[in-house]
C-alpha cells in the first residue's frame, strides 16, 4: 500500500511552522505529484484565533486575527494545477479541547461551510471535506457533530465526500506536552470494536471514508486493529482508510521524521487489512526535501526507492 494523500498542516498547536509562501508551497506539491500523491487534505481551516483564509464570519465573531494570505484559495489553485483533489478541513475552535462539548463546533462550522463553498467551490479541485474533530472513542457528542455537519457538508456541495481521522485509544495515546511515551490504561480490542460499531452506526450516511491515525498502538497490534476497523467499514458502507503517521511517537523529542522501517510496517499491515487507501500525517513536515527536518529529505528517499521497488515487482 502506497501513500496517496496528505494533510496540509499549515494550522496546528504541535509542529513548528515552517513560514513557507506561495513558492515553497508550490514546490512542495511538485515534490508531493512526484511521490505518487493525488489527494490533499487542509487538516484544519482555522485553529482558536489563526486562520487559513479571511472568514467574514469568523473574523467577526470570534475575533479571529486576519491571515497574510488566503491559503485555502492557494491549495486550491495549486490542487488545480497539479491535478490533485483537495479536501477542506472545517474550523476547530479549540473549545472542544477545554470543556470536551462539540455544540460549538457544530453552530460555528455552519458558517463555515456555506461561507468556503461559495467562495471556493468553484475549484475542480474541491473534491470532499475533512470533518477535524479527532476523537478516539464515544466522546460527548461526537456521533451528533459528525452525523450533523457531515450531511450539512455534503447537502451544500451536492454530496461530495467527507472523511474523519479518529486516533486509537492506545498505550501511545498520551498528550504531546506529556514528557511520558506511553500508558498502562489502553483500550482493548474488545473495547474498541463495541464503542466504534456503536459511533459507526451513528455517522452512517453521513461520513464516507474512516482514516484512523495509526501511530498510537504498537506495531504487534497493528494486524488486529486494523482487521477491525476495516470489517466495520464494511458494514456500514464506509471506505477505510489509514492515516499512517509519518512522525514517530517512540521517541521523547516531540515530533521527528519516523524510521522508515516503521512506515513501512504500517503501511504493510493496512495493504494485509485491505484498506481502500493511505494517507499521511504529513508529508511537508516529515517527509519533504524542502522540510525544516533533515531527517524527512532522506525519508523522501527511502519511500521512493519503495515505490520504485513496488512498481518494478507489479509492472502496470
Not at 17 to 31: A, C, M, R, T, Y
Not at 84 to 102: P, Q, R, V
Not at 166 to 193: C, F, R, T, Y
Request: aromatic content about 14%; proline content about 4%.
Amino acid at each position: 500500500m502506497l501513500i496517496t494523500g496528505t494533510f496540509l498542516d499549515e494550522i496546528s498547536h504541535d509542529i513548528p511552522h515552517q513560514n513557507w509562501g506561495p513558492l515553497e508551497w508550490e514546490k512542495d506539491f511538485v515534490h508531493m505529484k512526484n511521490a505518487g500523491i493525488d489527494t490533499v487534505i487542509l487538516i484544519r481551516s482555522g485553529y482558536r484565533s489563526f486562520l487559513t483564509y479571511p472568514s467574514p464570519y469568523l473574523l467577526q465573531h470570534r475575533n479571529c486575527y486576519t491571515p497574510p494570505i488566503d491559503l485555502v484559495e492557494l491549495f486550491c489553485t495549486l490542487a488545480d494545477r497539479y491535478h490533485m483533489k483537495f479536501y477542506f478541513g472545517l474550523y476547530d475552535s479549540g473549545h472542544y479541547w477545554d470543556t470536551g462539548d462539540m455544540k460549538e463546533e457544530i453552530e460555528l462550522n455552519r458558517f463555515v461551510v456555506d461561507e468556503v463553498w461559495s467562495r471556493y467551490g468553484h475549484h475542480p479541485s474541491f473534491q470532499g471535506w475533512y470533518l477535524s474533530m479527532e476523537i478516539s472513542r464515544k466522546t460527548k457528542g461526537a456521533i451528533e457533530a459528525f452525523h450533523t455537519l457531515g450531511k450539512l457538508c455534503k447537502d451544500v456541495s451536492g454530496g461530495l465526500p467527507t472523511f474523519i481521522s479518529p486516533w486509537i485509544d492506545g498505550k501511545k495515546a498520551v498528550m504531546a506536552a506529556s514528557g511520558q511515551l506511553s500508558k498502562a490504561d489502553a483500550v482493548s480490542l474488545q473495547e474498541h470494536e463495541q464503542e466504534w460499531n456503536e459511533i459507526f452506526q451513528g455517522i452512517q450516511g453521513a461520513v464516507d471514508a474512516v482514516a484512523f491515525q495509526d501511530g498510537h498502538i504498537g506495531y504487534h497490534e497493528l494486524e488486529d486493529f486494523f482487521s477491525i476497523n476495516k470489517k466495520l467499514a464494511d458494514r456500514y458502507g464506509m471506505q477505510c482508510w489509514t492515516n499512517a503517521e509519518s512522525f514517530d511517537r517512540d521517541m521523547p523529542i516531540k515530533f521527528l521524521p519516523i524510521k522508515f522501517e516503521k512506515l513501512k510496517l504500517k503501511l504493510e499491515a493496512a495493504a494485509r487489512a485491505g484498506y481502500d487507501k493511505a494517507i499521511t500525517f504529513e508529508f511537508s513536515h516529515f517527509m519533504s526535501p524542502q522540510s525544516v527536518y533533515g531527517a524527512a529529505h532522506h525519508l523522501y528517499n527511502r519511500y521512493q526507492e519503495y515505490r520504485n521497488a513496488i512498481s518494478s515487482s507489479n509492472p502496470s
